[in-house]
């Protein structure tokens, strides 16, 4: 499957932002999806992630609260809603897909990755 990150962008601290991944390739409802991001110096870290039918999420600690994934099977397309954006939320956020039902926390669980969309939070 390929997959294709937007919405990336410069906000203010505290402001909301909107991410999107588009997939194509193979059927979109067969794979979990995940968000990571990756700031400058940094380790790859995981964001939050959603089943095939978006009825089980997890999130990191550090997001949960403000973030929220979801997705749209008919769209083919995983979303990142974003808000109370802190200047450490600043990365490049890349959307991921995996096989089987559920999500997962674990990058090396995820077959697919996208190329990354760059999220600059100004404090």
């Known amino acids: 499957v390929q997959l294709q990150a937007s919405g990336g962008g410069l906000v203010q601290t505290g402001g909301p932002l909107s991410l999107s991944c588009v997939a194509s390739?193979?059927?979109?409802?067969?794979?979990?999806m995940g968000w990571f991001r990756q700031a400058p110096g940094k380790e790859r870290e995981f964001v939050a992630s959603i089943s095939r039918n978006g009825g089980s999420t997890l999130y990191a600690d550090s997001v949960k609260g403000r973030f929220i994934i979801s997705r749209d099977n008919a769209k083919n397309t995983v979303y990142l809603q974003m808000n109370s954006l802190k200047p450490e939320d600043t990365a490049v956020y890349y959307c991921a897909a995996k096989s089987g039902w559920f999500g997962s926390r674990s990058a090396t669980d995820f077959d697919s990755w996208g190329q990354g969309t760059l999220v600059t939070v100004s404090s």
């Open positions: 390739g193979r059927p979109f409802s067969s794979y979990a």
